[in-house]
């Protein structure tokens, strides 16, 4: 399923809004709109994922942790970052659809324990 306002991003990978028509037809895609319900889930998710993330980094070869700061504004860095963007498609398959195709399984399963994955 495509939000609405991804139909641009969308059309930008078809040389004709007719071919991109027939692909939505013969896939059975859906065009759906803003969905309250999933914006909640992906804000609870979100909120999740910012409770769990650490300001320190971790050697791969001697366990030290250290923070490391941003070299522009002194923020600390971290490891692992996910946009908002993630959790409204976890949200939104949840709540919406049947399955998700990635190949992040981590993620989409901690954050979304009764999502059905495709992995590839």
Avoid at 1 to 7: A, D, F
Avoid at 22 to 46: K, N
Avoid at 64 to 75: H, I
């Amino acid at each position: 399923m495509i939000q609405r306002s991804g139909l641009g991003r969308a059309a930008a990978y078809f040389p004709s809004s007719h071919v991109l028509e027939v692909f939505l037809a013969d896939t059975r895609l859906e065009l759906l709109t803003g969905d309250q319900e999933v914006w909640v889930r992906a804000g609870q998710a979100w909120g999740m994922f910012a409770k769990r993330q650490k300001t320190v980094m971790v050697c791969a070869k001697c366990g030290r942790s250290q923070q490391v700061p941003c070299m522009q504004c002194q923020a600390p860095l971290r490891s692992r970052q996910h946009i908002v963007a993630d959790f409204l498609i976890g949200a939104h398959t949840e709540l919406r659809a049947d399955q998700l195709l990635t190949r992040d399984r981590g993620y989409y399963s901690t954050y979304f324990p009764n999502l059905s994955l495709v992995l590839s």
